[in-house]
């Protein structure tokens, strides 16, 4: 595989009053698509979205997005869709309304966490009624998204993802075109089992140090300081140190789908994942002890319990930037 050409930030490409000239759909307004939403209206985009959650859409209307009442009205308006979906059988249901819809070509940049297979179905069955989809995966959680610190990983056709590149740059802080469909999706395996570690890993550390008697607060601000930073200990310490992981930047629930993914694709390859393995047991008892709808920095609690240490809530700590 050629090596992944890093796209840099440029100016937006926009009309005569100033604002950007393009129209782009959105499929799935949550944690993720909804920080797209508003970040393309903020950049001076017209999107027009749907959701299946009714609040979902009542809260992206608020934010100046045109919300119509199906992915193919999404698909009627909008050349350009991205769908950000919680599960392969949405990613279905949508591909067939859109190949069903009798619309003319668009592009479809898909940037959900799924596995491979499912990807390469709905692509296929949108090649099929003549639409083109991208795999675009994104490298971040939900409060990187709503700052625009995120890294896309794109793959697919090299001339559409170049002709996006305005789009990702309203999204993200970098955009890679990793070549064939898929590599994407292959890409964001590789940094998801990263992130599954580094969030045990960072909570492990703050256990430890909170049960060797230190303030939290200055764990966090010291071990960002030392050479075991680590970008998941910048983003979720903070809920760590409050222990209030009730605004969830990507929850345990949905997060176990992502973990079943990576796992199941590195078995088919037959690659051995054993500190990712270690990992499991500590996000299967954060479930388990009703955190599903927590932010995944809540295997914190669970470490915090199995060391039998007590803790008093915190003030709140901003993460880095």
């Not at 950007?20 to 209206?41: C, E, H, K, Y």
């Not at 590789?190 to 992130?195: E, G, M, Q, S």
């Not at 809920?239 to 930047?249: A, E, F, W």
């Amino acid at each position: 595989m050629a090596a992944p050409r890093r796209m840099q930030n440029k100016s937006k490409s926009k009309n005569k009053s100033g604002k950007a000239s393009r129209t782009v759909g959105i499929v799935g307004l949550g944690i993720m698509g909804g920080a797209f939403a508003r970040n393309l209206v903020a950049a001076g985009w017209r999107v027009v979205g749907f959701d299946v959650d009714a609040a979902r859409r009542r809260a992206a209307r608020r934010s100046g997005v045109e919300i119509v009442d199906s992915a193919a009205a999404v698909a009627a308006a909008s050349r350009d869709i991205i769908t950000s979906l919680p599960a392969p059988q949405a990613l279905d249901a949508v591909a067939r309304e859109l190949a069903a819809a009798a619309l003319p070509p668009r592009v479809v940049i898909e940037t959900s966490t799924l596995a491979l297979g499912d990807k390469e179905r709905a692509e296929r069955g949108l090649r099929s009624a003549g639409h083109l989809m991208l795999d675009c995966t994104v490298s971040g959680t939900g409060a990187q998204a709503a700052v625009r610190d995120l890294v896309f990983y794109a793959s697919g056709d090299p001339a559409t993802v170049r002709r996006l590149r305005p789009l990702f740059q309203a999204l993200g802080r970098e955009v890679y075109d990793l070549g064939a469909f898929g590599n994407g999706s292959k890409m964001k395996y590789v940094a998801n089992l990263l992130v599954a570690i580094h969030n045990v890993a960072a909570a492990e550390a703050m256990v430890l140090g909170m049960k060797a008697g230190l303030d939290p607060r200055r764990i966090y601000e010291l071990a960002n300081a030392g050479a075991g930073q680590s970008r998941m200990f910048e983003v979720r310490g903070p809920m760590m140190v409050t222990g209030d992981y009730r605004q969830p930047t990507m929850t345990l629930k949905g997060w176990q789908k992502d973990m079943q993914v990576i796992g199941d694709f590195a078995r088919r390859i037959g690659v051995a994942v054993p500190v990712f393995r270690a990992t499991e047991p500590i996000y299967g008892k954060a479930l388990r002890s009703g955190h599903g709808g927590d932010d995944t920095a809540a295997v914190c609690a669970v470490l915090a319990r199995m060391a039998r240490l007590r803790r008093p809530r915190r003030r709140r700590v901003t993460a880095r930037a």
